[in-house]
């Protein structure tokens, strides 16, 4: 039976669950007790335990494809055996593949392979420079999820997202246009960050229906609450609440993976109270 | 000695080199004459025989990452391989990485790594719009090539790229913000489609000094000879012409690395003409 992204998030909406782990494993920062000989048996280990102490919580996990690449093969290998290893323990939690990808036409069937046949990812981030069609053949693929960057939650990320144009800012035509023209397989959604909770307002009033990726909580100082009032749909869900170092470096001790699972139930009652 | 993207890249216009080959290595488009027993060995005996074919005539390579993602591991050492024969064989040839990457504040290290320590490229490909904030990260190597996307060789990249504001073009603000605000080393240079030659104008006046890498001719139907006059700068240089397809597959038979080799010298004779 094949995997429907949409569904497996709908199914944990369902529960309650918004919060996502984003598996920004980065070597350096890996507490000594998950340490093992390699760098990717490092990085696989470290997932493992921060996955076995999190995975009836969250709604997702987002590795970011950079702290893999990083360490070439290796960090592949590992980042391979991480989506694995979830799609194995918690087959209800789906992989969003945090890549942020796109080309140009045909070019961009490579990433489809990487993240879907090969890594097995059930959705991906990508660009939206290019355009809409620039990214037909990931929203081509109707069972995976499709999230287009749309405002991201770096500080200087309206240099260009905030230019306005017939009086709304670019982000918010990227958001139209992601939602009334490119979006036939229902398989779109956007990346907005909890550091801009006023625009996370003004994207979920032009996409009522979309769902919506909000990195930014935790370390980057994006504000919860907000976040959720803003981002929830007309039923209450529609967002994914994204935070990783919070978490996984929740204690650089022996008492890392307990930690990170205290730090995750904190933010997933912050959440229910919020709704 | 330390390798300066910049100055491969002068030594290769000082002698009158401006064709830049695309690696984008479509495994199903290999010739017979050129397979393997495995898909990675396949890649790169392929990549091989076309850079022994090209190399005294190109001012770089560009392999597109797309097409060796697309194979998992085996497609990044076929990757890697690459990048090191090309250092070991043609070491005044910079390797341009088509990687379109970008994303936020120290995330980009990780690319970064990628990239330059991992896989040795010269140059890389980013995406502007999470801002020229987000990508300083690449800019800090400043010996390193950083090739921002402006304007796209793809039918639909006018999309968000053409919208106005204050009566210009989003293109042309990436490329004002970029020469004028972000390129404090001088390594930082512009994407621009060969299918918009009047677009390569408005940036090369917008941006008089900046060297512009120009996909889009051959199989895409680039204007070779108006992407040559409108692209190179006062000092009739300042451009990289990059085409793919047309050198990699100019035969399937046992000859096509000599068909690649000729079908190089045609473009670069066309350029030199242009010029």
């Given at each position: 039976m094949?995997?429907?992204f949409r569904?497996?998030l709908e199914?944990?909406?369902?529960?309650?669950?918004f919060?996502?782990?984003?598996?920004d494993?980065?070597?350096?920062k890996?507490?000594e007790?998950?340490?093992?000989?390699?760098?990717?048996?490092?990085?696989?280990?470290?997932?493992r335990a921060i996955?076995?102490?999190?995975?009836d919580l969250?709604?997702?996990?987002?590795?970011?494809?950079?702290?893999?690449e990083a360490?070439?093969?290796?960090g592949?290998?590992?980042?391979?055996?991480?989506?694995?290893y979830i799609n194995?323990?918690?087959?209800?939690?789906?992989v969003?593949?945090?890549?942020?990808?796109?080309?140009i036409?045909?070019?961009?069937?490579?990433y489809?392979?990487?993240?879907?046949?090969?890594?097995h990812?059930d959705a991906i981030?990508?660009?939206?420079?290019m355009?809409?069609?620039?990214?037909?053949?990931?929203?081509?693929?109707?069972e995976k999820?499709?999230?287009v960057?749309c405002k991201n939650?770096?500080?200087?990320s309206?240099?260009?997202?905030?230019?306005?144009v017939?009086?709304?800012p670019?982000y918010i035509?990227?958001?139209r246009?992601?939602?009334?023209?490119?979006?036939?397989?229902n398989?779109?959604?956007?990346?907005?960050?909890?550091?801009?909770?006023?625009?996370i307002?003004r994207?979920?009033e032009?996409t009522p229906?979309?769902?919506?990726?909000i990195p930014?909580?935790?370390?980057q100082?994006?504000?919860l609450?907000?976040?959720?009032?803003?981002?929830k749909?007309?039923h209450?869900?529609?967002?994914?609440?994204?935070t990783?170092r919070?978490?996984?470096?929740?204690s650089?001790?022996?008492g890392?993976?307990?930690?990170a699972?205290?730090?995750?139930t904190?933010?997933?009652?912050?959440?229910r109270a919020?709704?």
């Open positions: 094949s995997r429907d569904q497996l199914a944990q909406w369902e529960q309650g669950k919060l996502c782990v984003g598996l494993s980065d070597f350096e890996i507490p007790a998950a340490r093992q000989a390699g760098v990717g048996e490092t990085i696989l280990a470290f997932n996955i076995d102490a999190t995975r969250v709604c997702a996990y987002k590795p970011n494809s950079a702290f893999y360490h070439g093969d290796e592949w290998k590992a980042l391979r055996a991480t989506i694995q194995d323990t918690a087959p209800d939690v789906p969003i593949l945090d890549a942020k990808r796109a080309d036409g045909n070019t961009n069937n490579g489809v392979a990487s993240a879907f046949n090969h890594l990812a981030t990508v660009h939206p420079y355009g809409g069609e620039s990214i037909k053949e990931f929203l081509a693929r109707k999820g499709i999230f960057m939650s770096n500080p200087g309206g240099e260009f997202q905030d230019l306005e017939d009086g709304q670019i035509h990227v958001a246009a992601f939602a009334e023209k490119w979006n036939t397989n398989n779109c959604g956007l990346v907005v960050g909890a550091t801009y909770p006023a625009d307002k994207v979920r032009a229906e979309m769902p919506l990726l930014g909580i935790g370390v100082g994006g504000d609450e907000q976040s959720v009032k803003n981002g749909d007309a209450g869900r529609g967002f994914i609440l994204s990783g919070v978490i996984l470096y929740a650089n001790g022996s890392f993976a307990e930690a699972r205290k730090k995750t904190e933010l997933d009652s912050a959440i919020a709704l």
